[in-house]
């Protein structure tokens, strides 16, 4: 009778580490929680793929991205939404927190994930694509581009159990849904106010072949590298374009004042918006603000009549409005958000060009009026460079640079007196 149950008690022990190993494996239960709060950008596409990796490797439950964007590139919506087909990681899509919107591309990001679920007065929709012109903003028409779109939309929907209807109104009519409207239409699951609510909600759901166990799992939310945010940050159209314009103003004071290193800081703030754009620029536009910034050299360095600055500066505009941009990958960025992106690129333009041509202006002033020779004489200056007997260098006259010479060793930064001027170059002595 002991013998029996001496062989019990390996069975009794068994059976206690499996139940207490299911027990920690439910106090285990992680998900990760991926934040887009901003343009979907070519990094955006980085950022989704670190944080499906990171859910992966860790053993995360599951993955929720948690959107609230106005939209942005298409080429980068196509590759998260075949990041999130290609993972074995349940994804779950969550327009959060109450009261934002999750439009265009944000929208086809939504319809994609397994799981779609929207926050109480959050809006999706509004994904038909458009395009800046001369004219204004216009929607693009074209059905090599809008057949596309709507076909991706509509397998996306059909692959998860959602409408396809509604998932091609979205493009072809700008279809606007609240929570409940898009519950009712059947293009989302859930609504819930928190992240903490919508994990009870779909706990038990079956996705990907497995069976959510999400209910009390510890949240936690992705950090991307220190990299990842820098290119985050500089990738954002606004942010790039002014990098750029930054840059090659920078340039140009930079080579009109040696010696300041201004030239530096624009060649890393142009380089810096090149990487932020992805290399996605108009061939067009970098060519007239090339020429732009050639012409603004050649003013400042060479005498002239003002027409080389006031063509560089219309060069200059014309091109920064060019750089803005607006090209097929950019289809899917709300018509405000370009139209805002515009005006900060080309206002600081127009802005710091009328000063430009207001200083050549002057410039063009000073060039053409006559010396008043007689009147120099017995003024004072200061000099710039030290004087000594045989060797010229420059003084400071009413704020002008004049070369100068002296008979006597005189230091940097004294006064000194113009006694005579022999062509362009002023006699001076040492003022008493």
């Not at 700008?174 to 059947?186: F, K, R």
């Not at 928190?194 to 009390?216: C, M, N, P, R, Y």
């Not at 949240?219 to 220190?226: D, H, L, Q």
């Not at 090209?327 to 005006?343: E, G, H, K, V, W």
């Amino acid at each position: 009778m002991v013998h029996r149950r001496l062989y019990l008690l390996p069975i009794i022990f068994l059976s206690l580490i499996l139940i207490l190993s299911s027990v920690c494996v439910g106090a285990e239960q992680k998900v990760l929680v991926l934040d887009i709060s901003d343009s979907i950008t070519p990094v955006s596409d980085d950022i989704v793929l670190d944080a499906i990796f990171t859910a992966e490797t860790e053993g995360f439950e599951a993955l929720i991205i948690t959107l609230n964007t106005p939209g942005g590139g298409l080429d980068e919506t196509f590759n998260i939404i075949e990041s999130i087909d290609q993972t074995n990681v349940p994804v779950i899509g969550y327009v959060y927190p109450e009261g934002v919107k999750a439009w265009s591309a944000g929208t086809l990001i939504l319809i994609s994930t397994d799981i779609a679920a929207m926050a109480p007065h959050t809006i999706i929709g509004s994904a038909q694509p458009v395009e800046m012109s001369a004219t204004g903003i216009e929607p693009v028409n074209e059905s090599k581009i809008v057949n596309a779109i709507v076909a991706l939309a509509r397998e996306k929907a059909l692959m998860h159990g959602r409408n396809e209807t509604v998932a091609e109104e979205f493009i072809t009519k700008n279809l606007n849904l609240n929570a409940e409207s898009a519950l009712d239409v059947g293009v989302i699951e859930f609504i819930a106010p928190t992240i903490e609510d919508l994990l009870v909600q779909i706990d038990g759901e079956v996705i990907k072949g497995k069976t959510l166990s999400t209910s009390g799992a510890e949240i936690e939310y992705y950090t991307p590298s220190v990299r990842l945010s820098f290119m985050n940050i500089i990738s954002n159209p606004l942010i790039s374009s002014i990098l750029m314009m930054l840059g090659i103003y920078g340039v140009v004071f930079g080579i009109s004042n040696p010696g300041v290193g201004a030239e530096i800081f624009g060649i890393i703030a142009i380089t810096l918006g090149l990487i932020g754009t992805g290399f996605d620029v108009n061939i067009a536009a970098v060519f007239l603000l090339l020429v732009g910034i050639a012409l603004l050299v050649l003013e400042f360095q060479a005498p002239g009549f003002g027409v080389f600055g006031i063509a560089g500066i219309i060069c200059m505009i014309s091109g920064s409005i060019l750089l803005v941009p607006m090209s097929f990958p950019n289809y899917y960025t709300p018509a405000d958000f370009q139209r805002n992106l515009m005006i900060a690129v080309a206002a600081p333009t127009v802005v710091i060009g009328i000063v430009m041509v207001f200083a050549i202006y002057k410039v063009m002033e000073v060039r053409h009026r006559k010396p008043l020779v007689g009147e120099m004489i017995g003024d004072m200056a200061q000099t710039i460079d030290p004087l000594e007997p045989g060797i010229t260098g420059f003084v400071r006259h009413k704020g002008e640079y004049w070369k100068a010479r002296a008979d006597e060793s005189i230091g940097e930064g004294k006064k000194v007196e113009i006694i005579e001027k022999d062509g362009v170059v002023l006699v001076v002595k040492r003022a008493d």
